[in-house]
């Protein structure tokens, strides 16, 4: 008996598709991630800090961290010197 490796899986992705919608989420929230983690590895830095280099309102670049830090990409360093914020750095999983 021949069996075709790789039959199932052809036949599934064949018969499900993803939402274009997802997908361009997806690499949105990849490029966020690489540009945030870019902009890490020069030192660490503030929600606000952040927002400015990236160029994002502070609540998207809040999300994209919150996403990161739940993953285990960055940490939570010291807290600022007004008491608002707290800065962020790229655990050893990055470097």
């Not at 039959?7 to 989420?25: A, P, R, S």
């Not at 966020?32 to 990236?54: F, W, Y």
Request: with cysteine.
């Amino acid at each position: 008996m021949n069996v075709e490796k790789g039959k199932t899986v052809k036949f599934l992705k064949e018969k499900m598709t993803v939402d274009k919608e997802v997908i361009n989420n997806l690499k949105s929230f990849n490029k966020s991630k690489k540009a945030i983690i870019n902009s890490l590895k020069e030192g660490s830095k503030t929600v606000p800090q952040l927002a400015k280099d990236l160029n994002i309102s502070t609540q998207d670049c809040m999300y994209q961290l919150m996403s990161l830090l739940k993953y285990g990409f960055v940490k939570t360093g010291e807290i600022d010197d007004m008491d608002e914020y707290f800065y962020y750095e790229l655990t050893e999983k990055i470097r």
